[in-house]
Every structure is written in C-alpha cells, then in structure tokens.
T-cell receptor
Framework: GAGVSQSPSNKVTEKGKDVELRCDPI?????LYWYRQSLGQGLEFLIY????????KSGLPSDRFSAERTGGSVSTLTIQRTQQEDSAVYLC???????????FGPGTRLTVT | DAKTTQPTSMDCAEGRAANLPCNHS???????VYWYRQIHSQGPQYIIH???NNETNEMASLIITEDRKSSTLILPHATLRDTAVYYC??????????????FGTGTRLTIIP
C-alpha cells in the first residue's frame, strides 16, 4: 500500500518568506508526527496529532512554526518569516494510535538562503 | 526510556550476516527493544521490535539476551542497500499518547562489496 508522502521534496526559500510543507499519512493511521533533522543531527520532535485530540505542540521551536491537520488526514507545517537556522530536513511520520512503529515519509529538504 | 549503547561504526562484507549489537542494561520489564535505520537522504525506517523472545521478519532477526540487557539485530544476507545508520531504542510499547522518537547516535553500518 501507499506509504507516507511529503511535498515538496525540496524547497529553497529566501529568508523572511513563509513556507508550507505537506504530509499525507498512511490511510488509517490516526497518529501523525512532524520532526526535523539538521545535517548530521538526530531527530528533533516538533508536533504530534492524534485523532481529534488537541495536538502536542511542545516541540515547536518558536511561534513562527505552526501545523494543522485537516479531516484527520493531511497535515501542513507552516514556517513563517523563515530564518537560516530553519534549514533542515522536515520529516513526517504516521502510526496507529499509541504505537512506536512509526512510518516516515521521505522528508522535505528546506534551504533558507 | 532506557539508555542504549551502540558501536559507532561497523563494516560487513556483502552477502554475509551483519550483526549489530546494542546494550540496554537499565531496561525495564515493560520496555521493548526497537530498531530503526536511516539510509542516506531518506527518512528513518522501522525494522523490528521485541520484548524478550527472539523475533524475525522479512527484514531482520532480533536476538534478545535472557537478562534483556543486550540485543543483536541480524541482517542475514547483507546487501549494499543495507548501508545505513542503525538505531536501537528501548521504550514502552504503548502509552497511548505521544510516542515521539528520540534516536541516539546509532551504528553506521557500511556494507563492503
């Protein structure tokens, strides 16, 4: 079956611009995570959605970052007024509720110039 | 989550079995051992998990010692495509909440032609 998909695969933007990253989770996976990974670094948790519950936003690094999940499926991560330190690979993962078996998308490589 | 210790890097000849060790001496009785890997420029990939019995799936086998303080991931016939960073983590299987993943430095496995 189809895995997690993300778009765009690459995004280059100028400092100060807003960007939107999209994630399509595996059908039936009600849990959705956003992470980011800087070059050579580990995973940094950003935000978690589970069904209709309020999202866990504890990992968002600043108020320039926001995410939403419409209809319990597709999610968008928005970064406003991008900064160079936002450059990273943004990864989306989905899973069945409460499972540590997470299935990751290929990521979006964001470069802020 | 219990701390894990893995070798920084390993090499394995193509076609041979790759045996990746992980120490988790502080593992609790309700914590599982999970393995993920990350191939260069791709998102992390779930491999396998287990509690105390040995587990096998289409990708790998997981051998957990009787005292559960260490485990070994076995890729039975390594191919060049198995070159990746392999992460061993221990955690409760389900809190039915935010199961955000945190990876350590992992083992960089290089398959030699």
């Amino acid at each position: 079956g189809a895995g997690v998909s993300q778009s765009p695969s690459n995004k280059v933007t100028e400092k100060g611009k807003d960007v939107e990253l999209r994630c399509d989770p595996i059908s039936g996976h009600t849990a959705l995570y956003w992470y980011r990974q800087s070059l050579g670094q580990g995973l940094e948790f950003l935000i978690y959605f589970q069904g209709n519950s309020a999202p866990d936003k504890s990992g968002l690094p600043s108020d320039r970052f926001s995410a939403e999940r419409t209809g319990g499926s597709v999610s968008t991560l928005t970064i406003q007024r991008t900064q160079q330190e936002d450059s990273a690979v943004y990864l989306c993962a989905s899973s069945l509720p409460g499972s540590s078996e997470q299935y990751f998308g290929p990521g979006t490589r964001l470069t802020v110039t | 989550d219990a701390k894990t210790t893995q070798p920084t890097s390993m090499d394995c000849a193509e076609g041979r079995a790759a045996n990746l060790p992980c120490n988790h001496s502080t593992i609790s009785g309700n914590e599982y051992v999970y393995w993920y890997r990350q191939i260069h420029s791709q998102g992390p990939q779930y491999i396998i998990h287990g509690l105390k019995n040995n587990e096998t799936n289409e990708m790998a086998s997981l051998i957990i010692t009787e005292d559960r303080k260490s485990s070994t991931l076995i890729l039975p016939h390594a191919t060049l495509r198995d070159t990746a960073v392999y992460y061993c983590i221990v955690r409760v299987a389900s809190n039915f909440g935010n199961e955000k993943l945190t990876f350590g430095t992992g083992t960089r496995l290089t398959i030699i032609p």
